[in-house]
């Protein structure tokens, strides 16, 4: 993880070196899981805004940083396999936004940004981004992207189904089971208050 976002420094009480492996699978249900059923409406990408709108949020709140950066793989389209990399996903959010608002800024994000992936999008970023606040986090969904590669400090994988299935895999040095489980819950709980569109994004706590 980059210098100037630590997961380290602010959960390091959840470093356990003999746990049980940090590998968190769960279903998304209740409220949450019926927004994203709305959402679903849309298509794929719908659901994936959704999840990655709530990804950002809960990392806002864990850190204080805002404007931090996720990785996930290129969209599953015809491959350009001179570029390799993945694609940088960026957090944008003003104060007073409502939800409908914010879920609209991060899926225009979402398509400015794939708009470009067929494009060395990784290595421009690495130099443009330098200053951002970043993570060594990867985003993917299944059936929307292509096979991610690297290492990560932690991978969020969703599989498509009538409920969204979602799988954690955090790096055993920073993270435990227990912290998954907690980050698992925040954002399902994320993901269910953005069910009422008009009410004040900051509003929703974790």
């Known amino acids: 993880i980059q210098d100037d976002f630590h997961f380290t420094q602010n959960m390091q009480s959840y470093a356990l070196p003999n ?3 940090p590998v968190y699978r769960f279903e998304i249900g209740g409220a949450a899981a019926d ?10 990408t719908g659901r994936f805004v959704v999840l990655l709108a709530a990804l950002f949020r809960v990392l806002e709140r864990y850190s204080g940083v805002k404007n931090c950066f996720v990785d996930s793989p290129r969209l599953l389209t015809r491959p350009r396999p001179e570029f390799e990399g993945a694609i940088p996903l960026i957090a944008e959010s003003a104060a007073g936004l409502t939800v409908r608002e914010y879920l609209n800024q991060v899926r225009t994000i979402v398509q400015e940004t794939y708009a470009y992936q067929d494009f060395p999008v990784s290595d421009f970023a ?14 993917q969904w299944e059936g929307l992207h292509e096979p ?4 990560y400090d932690l991978t969020i994988s ?4 009538s409920t969204l299935a979602l799988t954690l895999e955090g790096n055993p040095n920073l993270f435990n089971l227990q912290f998954l489980q907690h980050f698992a819950r925040h954002l399902t709980h994320m993901i269910a208050g953005f069910a009422v569109l008009d009410s004040p994004l900051d509003g929703i706590s974790l």
């Open 19 to 21: 746990g049980p492996e």
């Open 35 to 44: 927004f994203l059923h709305s959402a679903s409406q849309q298509g794929e």
């Open 126 to 139: 690495a130099t443009l981004l330098q200053h951002r606040p970043a993570t060594n986090i990867l985003l």
């Open 148 to 151: 991610a590669s690297g290492s």
């Open 158 to 161: 969703a599989n498509r189904g």
